[in-house]
């Protein structure tokens, strides 16, 4: 009985010893079992955060011109597309013009008869005047003659106004852009028939163009001349950047927004007037702490970012619970827990733990 006991305690003794290892809660090989895992780090200082809000916009031009024909008829070809840049005096529809030409026809045969009648008139008058001077005719019948001769002129000079106010007129019927610029929307079509009173389209110059905010009047209060509206593409890319030029006095009772205005150097690519695009106006632009969005890590509700900080035996990797503010492109703006000179861990945050040895690079 006494040898059996001696047996089990010494069959626990070497477990013990076997499970053991060393001293006990040293793990095995030590503390430099595990190396430091390399990581890169980026030292945060402040930077110019813009602060900014985002509205709608829309380009209007200061330069656009309503195309509207002089004449009446049917169009007969459309020789340009909306959007299309136009110089001065290019052609935009063409009326058809046969009935204008057919009045044309008539009126130079009649300058023909015309001709013939003045051409008759100077002959007998020039053969009046010599019978006269000869005695052979009373001075009634030369007055009669100068009077035919002139009515002859008057016809004739009445033809040829005619003439040249039906060519002016057929000129009309090709409708050509009274300035530079872009088409707008061409609203007529081949075969419509218009009439001095149709828009056929908008012609709106590249120059003197604004892009038009309305700004709530909660944040009226803070506009101010000479800030900053950035006019974005489809990707929330900034293609055009110019000061606040206009800020109306009133809001518009309708909407309760304040019209804002800034003058554009330049149409940007891809925009169209009329167009609405997104705009954004930057009411400050501070240096502010951020940290890249890559660096963040989320645990029941609370962000937290990993910091590199010296100890006695090397750098470690410091969970550190942050608050955060809006994004600010691929960053998070700091409102606490990080100071400028702050060294976060940016790479393999996922594979940290708290004091984990890290080797920053």
């Not at 040898?3 to 003794?13: D, K, N, P, V, Y």
């Not at 955060?324 to 000179?341: E, K, P, R, S, T």
């Amino acid at each position: 009985m006494f040898r059996s006991h001696i047996i089990i305690l010494f069959t626990i003794s070497v477990v013990a010893s076997a499970c053991g290892g060393g001293p006990t809660g040293a793990p095995p090989g030590g503390a430099g079992a595990f190396p430091p895992m390399a990581v890169d780090t980026l030292t945060l200082t402040p930077q110019p955060v813009a602060d900014a809000s985002e509205f709608v916009a829309t380009i209007q031009s200061l330069r656009s011109t309503t195309v509207q024909p002089q004449v009446e008829g049917i169009v007969r070809q459309v020789m340009v597309r909306a959007g299309d840049r136009v110089a001065v005096g290019q052609p935009l529809i063409q009326i058809d013009p046969d009935k204008q030409q057919a009045t044309n026809t008539v009126t130079e045969s009649q300058r023909a008869s015309r001709d013939a009648d003045l051409a008759y008139a100077s002959q007998q008058l020039a053969r009046l005047q010599k019978l006269y001077a000869a005695g052979a005719v009373s001075l009634v019948e030369l007055e009669q003659a100068e009077t035919t001769h002139a009515n002859a002129e008057a016809q004739l000079e009445s033809v040829r106004s005619q003439i040249r106010e039906n060519q002016v007129e057929l000129e009309y019927y090709r409708v050509t852009a009274p300035s530079a610029g872009v088409a707008g929307d061409i609203i007529v079509r081949q075969g419509d028939r218009v009439t001095p009173s149709t828009t056929i389209t908008t012609i709106d110059e590249s120059a003197g163009l604004e892009a038009y905010i309305y700004v709530p009047v909660e944040r009226a209060t803070a506009l101010t001349p000479g800030l900053l509206v950035e006019l974005l593409n489809a990707d929330g890319e900034v293609v055009s950047s110019n000061p606040i030029s206009f800020i109306a006095s009133r809001a518009d009772d309708a909407t309760q927004s304040v019209l804002v205005k800034a003058a554009l150097r330049q149409l940007p690519v891809g925009f169209r007037v009329k167009q609405y695009v997104r705009a954004r106006i930057v009411w400050s632009n501070e240096p502010t702490l951020t940290v890249p969005v890559i660096a963040v890590s989320r645990l029941a509700g609370q962000y937290f970012v990993f910091v590199a900080e010296q100890t006695e035996d090397g750098v470690v990797a410091r969970q550190t619970p942050v608050t955060l503010g809006a994004l600010a492109g691929d960053d998070y703006i700091v409102q606490g827990g990080l100071a400028a000179g702050d060294r976060v861990i940016v790479s393999n945050v996922q594979k940290l733990g708290d004091g984990a040895p890290v080797q920053p690079s």
